[in-house]
């Protein structure tokens, strides 16, 4: 059995890839410093899976801390996922951003090539395309300016892993550029957790639909968009979860022609925040409180993917759709809700 180092596995995505990891054969070791999730999820895990993940609760930015994990386990490949992950919060923390998201990228990729690790999948975001020119993006669309901390700490990341490949050819790494990751687990047992404040818009629809916040302030209706609203391409997290498998598999079995690699992982549409909102409402069959406000800072107008190389290198096809994606995190934002308040 292959194992897998799982950097971040109690977040949202991590946990996710987890489960779709050990339903496909692999060992899986954890890694997570609990700074925005809760360590509780490997119990869902568990009940998906019926298999108990070990967690490492450190910090990854302590190097020696980081060392002795890979010390005391030989890890087949590394998944990486912990970071930060707020556009907005990124502007007005961005020594935090890049702390956090860069010193963690090097003492992984410090330890990957210290303990020989072969395969590395990095998460990275379509926010690395910045305000693209052309839509939809490939994955040779130029970047342009990053629009935010966040967005830059991905970009550079994705620098050093490229300088590192180019030195390090025993390790074979793929870049995943993430579109907007939502939905949840069909099970309604894991979902997004963040612990901090949800500032993504599904959790944050889905958390105001339920009664936890007044409103959904939709961040500006006047872009140059078909509603005025920004375009996203939002994909189901277990779709998501199911390329890194994919992706795992594909460098473990050698078919990547280079040894970095990266692939887009959207679903290929475009949809607007006021259409989401209307996919929810249709979904989960309730008016939701919302109204316009301004802009946020450090958002991208309009970005989707075009998503032909990840479908014809990694055999991969997102098979759910914008209501799936609402309808998978309503039952979970239901079951979760329905698990802290006592009757
Ligand atoms: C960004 C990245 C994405 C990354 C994610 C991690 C881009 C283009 N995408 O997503 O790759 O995975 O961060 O967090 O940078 N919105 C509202 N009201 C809200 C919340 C959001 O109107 O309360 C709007 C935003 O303005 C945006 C859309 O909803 O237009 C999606 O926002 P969000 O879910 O926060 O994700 P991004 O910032 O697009």
Known sequence: ??????????????????????N???EVISVDNNSNSDIRVLQGIREITG???????????DLEKTRRIF?????DGVIHFAALKSVGDSVFDPLGYFHNNLNSLLNILHCIKEFEVGQFIFSSSCSVYGNSKELPVTEDTPFEEAESPYARTKQMGEQMIRDFSKVNPATSSVLLRYFNPA????SAIIGEAPTNKANNLVP???????????????????YDTRDGSCIRDYIHVMDLANAHTRALQYVMDDRNSENCEVFNLGIGEGVTVLEAVK?????????LNYRIGDRRAGDVVAIYANMDFAAQKLGWQPTHSIKDIMRTAWAWEQARTEAIVPN
Do not use: W
């Open 51 to 61: 298999v108990t993940v070990k967690n490492y609760t450190i910090d990854l930015c």
């Open 1 to 22: 059995m292959k194992k897998v180092l799982v950097t971040g596995g109690c977040g949202y995505i991590g946990s996710h890839t987890i489960v779709d990891l050990i």
């Open 204 to 222: 944050v629809i889905t958390e105001t639909a339920i009664g936890k916040r007044k409103e959904l302030v939709v961040f500006g209706d006047d």
């Open 183 to 186: 939905g949840a687990h069909e």
């Open 71 to 75: 010390s005391n386990e030989k890890f």
């Open 279 to 287: 996919a929810f409402e249709e979904v989960a069959q309730v008016d």
């Open 24 to 26: 496909n054969g692999f």
